[in-house]
Antibody, heavy 119, light 111 residues
Framework: QLQLQESGPGLVKSSETLSLTCTVSGGSISRSTNFWGWLRQPPGKGLEWIGSIHYSGSTSYKSSLQSRVTISVDTSKNQFSLELRSVTAADTAVYYC???????????WGKGTTVTVSS | QSALTQPASVSGSPGQSITISCTGTSSDIGSYNTVSWYQQHPGKAPQLIIY???KRPSGVSNRFSGSKSGNTASLTISGLQAEDEADYYC???????????FGTGAKVTVL
C-alpha cells in the first residue's frame, strides 16, 4: 500500500523559503505512469494544486506560483521536495504531497503538514 | 484556469439521496473523463471516493456514485448517513499546461 509522508518546518518567516520533503513508501517513486505533486489548503479554504514532477524530472507548476516554486525528485531516497520562495502570510496552509496517476487527479494523499508564515 | 464551481452547501436527512454538482468548462470536465471526487472530514486529509467520473476505489461504499454530462460532473450520495457529513471536492484533469483544477468545495450537512 503506497503511503506518503510530508516533513519540514512548521514555521517559516516572511520573505524566506518554505522547504518540504515527501517520503514515498510501499512503492517506487520511479514508476513511469505516475506524477508526484504538492497541493495546499489555506485555513478554511479549498484545495490548490501547486505543481507536479515525474521521476524523469519533468515538472509542471501552477502559473501563478511558477516564479517562486521548484519541485525536485531524489529517486535514490524515494523522495520529492518542494521549495517555495519569498513566502508571505498568504502561503500559510496545510501542505499535502500526493500521488497523481498519469492524466488523472490525486489518488493517494499524505496526511498533510501545517506551515505558518510569520512576520 | 478557474476553479470548478460547486454549491457551497448541500443538506439532507438520514436515508435520503443528495447530489453535488461540479461545473467546469470544455477545457477540463468537458474534454476529459478524469473527474475525481474527494471526501474531507475536519482536520483530515482528503480521501478519494470516485475517480474517472464513476469508478470507486476498493473499500469505498457503493452509496457513492458519479456521473458526467457535458461540462458538469455530479456526485450522488444515497442512503445518507451521519458519517457522510464532510466537505466534498471535485477535481478534473485539464491538459498539459495546467493539469489539475479543483472544485470550490461543498459542505454536506446531515440534518
Amino acid at each position: 500500500q503506497l503511503q506518503l509522508q510530508e516533513s519540514g518546518p512548521g514555521l517559516v518567516k516572511s520573505s524566506e523559503t518554505l522547504s518540504l520533503t515527501c517520503t514515498v513508501s510501499g512503492g517506487s517513486i520511479s514508476r513511469s505512469t505516475n506524477f508526484w505533486g504538492w497541493l495546499r489548503q489555506p485555513p478554511g479554504k479549498g484545495l490548490e494544486w501547486i505543481g507536479s514532477i515525474h521521476y524523469s524530472g519533468s515538472t509542471s507548476y501552477k502559473s501563478s506560483l511558477q516564479s517562486r516554486v521548484t519541485i525536485s525528485v531524489d529517486t535514490s531516497k524515494n523522495q520529492f521536495s518542494l521549495e517555495l520562495r519569498s513566502v508571505t502570510a498568504a502561503d500559510t496552509a496545510v501542505y499535502y504531497c500526493a500521488s497523481l496517476p498519469l492524466s488523472n487527479c490525486v489518488d493517494i494523499w499524505g496526511k498533510g503538514t501545517t506551515v505558518t508564515v510569520s512576520s | 484556469q478557474s476553479a470548478l464551481t460547486q454549491p457551497a452547501s448541500v443538506s439532507g436527512s438520514p436515508g435520503q439521496s443528495i447530489t453535488i454538482s461540479c461545473t467546469g468548462t470544455s477545457s477540463d470536465i468537458g474534454s476529459y473523463n478524469t473527474v475525481s471526487w474527494y471526501q474531507q472530514h475536519p482536520g483530515k486529509a482528503p480521501q478519494l471516493i470516485i475517480y474517472e467520473v464513476n469508478k470507486r476505489p476498493s473499500g469505498v461504499s457503493n452509496r457513492f456514485s458519479g456521473s458526467k454530462s457535458g461540462n458538469t460532473a455530479s456526485l450522488t450520495i444515497s442512503g445518507l448517513q451521519a458519517e457522510d457529513e464532510a466537505d466534498y471536492y471535485c477535481c478534473s484533469y485539464a491538459g498539459y499546461s495546467t493539469p489539475y483544477v479543483f472544485g470550490t468545495g461543498a459542505k454536506v450537512t446531515v440534518l
